[in-house]
């Protein structure tokens, strides 16, 4: 029985030890550790994501450019790369709003989501974004 115990014991302590294993996550230290201007270069990113649906590229150069919000390119760097948006998401409202607002066909939809004066969403991007248009 003594025998039984033990294996019962030493069980639950690797079930607690392997719980414990997969709540920690190895990316909030890095968060909390980074420096003020990463983290305020990471809201500001968020921000652009999610209120004005742009891409990666975009994000980057809006967040270091001089005109815009002149971050050094290790702090936008740190917040494109921390930053959790869906950009299939943010092409397909860009590609909503220039079929709306501006009565654009697919195919130049597909090229302004594209161009690297305009939105800079990659092409995979850009075509799921005129895929799913009228869903």
Request: net charge neutral; hydrophobic share 30%; glycine share 0%.
């Given at each position: 029985m003594n025998g039984d115990k033990t294996k019962t014991d030493t069980s639950a302590t690797s079930a607690t030890s392997s719980s414990q294993t997969q709540e920690q996550k190895p990316e909030e230290p890095k968060k909390e550790s980074a420096p003020a201007e990463y983290t305020s270069a990471l809201n500001k990113a968020k921000t652009y994501s999610d209120m004005m649906h742009m891409s990666k590229q975009g994000i980057y150069e809006q967040l270091t450019s001089e005109a815009g919000e002149k971050f050094k390119p290790e702090?936008?760097?740190y917040a494109v790369d921390?930053?959790?948006?869906d950009y299939n998401a943010n092409a397909l409202a860009?590609?909503?709003d220039y079929q709306k607002t501006m009565s654009m066909s697919p195919d130049a939809i597909r090229d302004q989501l594209?161009?690297?004066a305009d939105e800079k969403f990659t092409?995979?991007?850009a075509q799921y974004a005129v895929d799913n248009l009228n869903k």
């Open positions: 702090a936008a760097q921390n930053l959790k948006a860009k590609a909503k594209t161009s690297d092409p995979e991007e």
